[in-house]
C-alpha cells in the first residue's frame, strides 16, 4: 500500500516535472508561430496547462460532493477536448498545405 | 509522371535545406566529441539515472537492491543457457507433504526440476492457485485443518507445455497448536483522586464530591461499567465509559456524592467477547476533610494489599446505557459534527436526558438537553485540540445514569493530502520558510524558463506559418 503511493506520488512528480517545460516550449512555439499553427499550438498549450492543473490537483485529498472532486477527472475530459481539437487543426493544416480536394 | 516530378523536387528540397538552411544554421555550433546522437543518449542515460535514483528514494532501497539482484540473476541465467539443449518439458511428478508452520498447517508440494520449462503453474481443486513460478516446490499455506485438497502442477517450457496427474493432501492436524486462548480478564482501581490505591492500607477517603477513579485493565479498548452505592444500599450512581487500547482508564463521577461510607464496583468487558469480563470494587469514605498528609503517610505501604480491594462482592451490571462515538471515529476536527450512538437509556416521564462534552482535566465544556435532531454534538471551531469525553446523563428515580466515551479533537486540516495526511495551517506556517523557498525556486526556474524562451522568440525574423513550413520543405 505505502509503495502503491510511493509509486503514484513519484509518478505525478515525474509527470509534473516533464509537463513543466513542455508548457515552456509550448510557449515558445506560440510566440513564433502564426495562422493555422498558431491555433493549433495554442490548443496544445491549452490541454498540457490543463494536464497539469490536473495532476497538481491530485496531490491533494477533496471531500466527495464538492466542487474540486469533479475538478481532476474534469481536467481529463478537457484536456482530451484541447488535444483533440488541436489535432483537427494542426489536421485541416495539413490537408489544406498538401492541396487535398 | 508526376510521382517523378514530386521525387526530384523532394531531393532539390533535401539537397537545399542540407546545403543551404540546414548547413547555415549548424555551422556555427560547438562539435561534440560523441556527436549530437550521442549527447542525447548521455542526456537521456542520466536522466534514467536520476530517476531510478529517485524512485528508489521514494519506494526504498529494498526495490532497487531487488531489482539489481534480478538483473545480476538473469546475466548469469543467460551464461548458464547458451551452454543447455532444452527440450520439451517432462510431466512433473508432484509429492504432497502435509505439515505446520508454527502453529498453522500447510501442505508442502514438490516436484522435479526441469530444463525444458520456463514456469510452473500449480492449481487445486480444479481452480488455479498460483500461476508462473520457477522454482520446482510450493508451499500453499493456505490450508483448513482435514480438508484435503487435490492438486495438479502445469509446467510450460519453450517447446511445449505438460500438465502432472492429480495428486490428494490432507491439511494434517497432527502438530497443529491452537492459538492460545486470552489470559483471564484483570481489573485494578489504582487510584482515587490523591490516593495511589497501590500502595494503601487503610480505607480510601477523598474530600471530593465527584471523585475521580482511574486504573487498568489487561482487556484494550474495554467497556467499563460503574456503579456508586451508599452503604444503606442505595444506588447512586451508574455509569459505562471505555478504556483506551492500552486498557488504562479514568472515570470522575458525574453524580455528587454525600458524606459517607460508598461501594464503588466496576466492571471492565472484553467489546469483542461480553463473557470474558473482570470487576473490582472498592469501599471508600466520603468526607469533609482533605485526607491529611500524615494519614496518607501512615497508611502507604509497598509490601501490603489496599484494605479496600475486595471488600464489596463484584456486581455485575444488569441495566445501564451506553454511549459510543461513531465507529471507527475516534477523532474529529474543529467546527465538525459529531455522531455518537446511544443504547440502553430508560427515560422516565420526568426523566431529561442531557449530553455534554468535558475535557481532559473534567471541566465542562458543553452540555445541552437532548432533543430530536438526532445524536450528533457540533464540535465549536474554537475548541483546543486534544482529548475530550462525551458524555450522556439522566436521573431516574434516585439514580444518576450517566455513559461517557472519549474522543480527540484535532485542529482543522487546511490541506489534506491524497495519502491521507492532513496538514494544518500551523504545520504550514512553522515550514513556512523551506516551503516558500522551495516553492518560489521551482516557480523561478519556471519563469526563468519561460522568460529565456520568451527572448529567443523575440529574436525570430519571422513568425513560422504553415504555408512557410511547406515552402521550407519541412511539410511535402
Given amino acids: ?101 | 509522371m508526376r510521382k517523378k516530378t514530386g521525387a526530384k523536387n523532394k531531393k532539390n528540397i533535401r539537397k537545399k535545406t542540407r546545403s543551404g538552411i540546414a548547413g547555415s544554421r549548424t555551422a556555427g555550433r560547438k562539435k561534440y566529441f560523441f556527436g549530437a546522437g550521442s549527447k542525447w543518449l548521455f542526456r537521456l542515460a542520466s536522466f534514467l539515472v536520476i530517476a531510478y535514483l529517485a524512485f528508489g528514494i521514494f519506494a526504498g532501497s529494498e526495490l532497487l537492491a531487488r531489482d539489481l539482484r534480478n538483473k545480476y540473476g538473469k546475466v548469469l541465467g543467460a551464461v548458464n543457457v547458451s551452454v543447455l539443449v532444452r527440450g520439451m518439458p517432462v510431466k512433473p511428478v508432484v509429492t504432497a507433504d502435509p505439515g505446520c508452520d508454527g502453529s498453522y498447517p500447510v501442505i508442502d508440494l514438490d516436484w522435479a526440476d526441469d530444463l525444458g520449462v520456463d514456469t510452473f503453474d500449480v492449481w487445486r481443486n480444479g481452480v488455479i492457485l498460483v500461476a508462473g513460478i520457477t522454482s520446482s516446490s510450493y508451499r500453499d499455506s493456505n490450508v483448513d485443518l482435514g480438508t484435503t485438497y487435490t492438486y495438479s502442477v502445469a509446467a510450460h517450457g519453450p517447446l511445449g507445455d505438460e500438465q502432472s496427474d492429480d495428486i490428494f493432501a490432507t491439511a494434517e492436524t497432527e502438530g497443529y497448536i491452537p492459538p492460545p486462548p486470552p489470559p483471564p480478564a484483570n481489573l485494578v482501581i489504582t487510584r482515587l483522586d490523591s490516593i495511589d490505591l497501590t500502595n494503601f492500607r487503610c480505607e480510601a477517603r477523598t474530600n471530593k464530591k465527584y471523585p475521580t477513579f482511574s486504573g487498568t485493565t489487561n482487556i484494550s479498548q474495554a467497556r467499563l461499567t460503574v456503579v456508586i452505592i451508599s452503604e444503606r444500599g442505595i444506588r447512586q450512581v451508574i455509569s459505562s465509559f471505555t478504556a483506551n487500547a492500552n486498557g488504562y482508564w479514568s472515570w470522575k463521577s458525574k453524580g455528587k456524592l454525600k458524606k459517607g461510607v460508598k461501594y464503588v464496583y466496576f466492571t471492565a468487558y472484553d467489546p469483542d467477547d461480553e463473557s470474558r469480563s473482570a470487576s473490582a470494587s472498592l469501599r471508600f469514605r466520603v468526607k469533609k476533610k482533605k485526607p491529611s498528609k500524615k494519614f496518607l503517610k501512615k497508611c502507604r505501604a509497598t509490601s501490603l494489599l489496599p484494605a479496600g480491594f475486595g471488600v464489596a462482592k463484584p456486581l455485575h451490571l444488569a441495566e445501564g446505557m451506553k454511549l459510543s462515538v461513531e465507529e471507527g471515529r475516534k477523532s474529529v476536527h474543529q467546527g465538525e459534527q459529531m455522531n455518537f450512538s446511544l443504547s440502553g437509556a430508560v427515560l422516565g416521564p420526568q426523566s431529561k436526558l442531557r449530553v455534554g462534552i468535558v475535557d481532559d482535566k473534567g471541566g465542562l465544556v458543553f452540555e445541552r438537553e437532548d432533543s430530536s435532531a438526532g445524536k450528533q454534538v457540533a464540535i465549536d471551531k474554537n475548541m483546543p485540540s486534544g482529548e475530550y469525553k462525551i458524555f450522556a446523563r439522566y436521573f431516574d428515580n434516585g439514580k444518576d445514569i450517566s455513559a461517557e466515551d472519549s474522543f480527540q479533537v484535532k485542529e482543522r486540516p487546511l490541506l489534506i493530502l491524497n495519502s491521507g495526511r492532513e496538514i494544518t495551517s500551523r504545520q504550514i506556517l512553522s515550514n513556512l520558510g523551506w516551503a516558500a523557498l522551495s516553492l518560489s525556486g521551482l516557480l523561478g526556474i519556471f519563469l526563468l524558463l519561460l522568460l529565456v524562451e520568451h527572448h529567443l522568440a523575440g529574436k525570430a525574423l519571422f513568425r513560422v506559418t504553415g504555408e512557410k513550413l511547406k515552402e521550407r520543405g519541412m511539410i511535402d
Fill in chain 1, 1 to 101: 500500500m505505502l509503495a502503491d503511493n510511493n509509486m503514484e506520488f513519484f509518478s505525478r512528480v515525474v509527470a509534473l516535472l516533464l509537463a513543466a517545460p513542455a508548457i515552456v516550449f509550448g510557449f515558445g512555439v506560440v510566440w513564433r508561430v502564426e495562422k493555422k499553427l498558431d491555433l493549433a499550438f495554442k490548443l496544445f498549450l491549452g490541454a498540457i496547462v490543463i494536464f497539469f492543473a490536473g495532476e497538481v490537483s491530485g496531490f491533494f485529498f477533496v471531500p466527495e460532493n464538492s466542487f474540486w472532486a469533479y475538478f481532476a477527472p474534469g481536467t481529463k475530459i478537457v484536456f482530451a477536448l484541447f488535444f483533440l481539437a488541436g489535432m483537427a487543426e494542426m489536421r485541416n493544416m495539413i490537408r489544406k498545405i498538401d492541396g487535398e480536394k
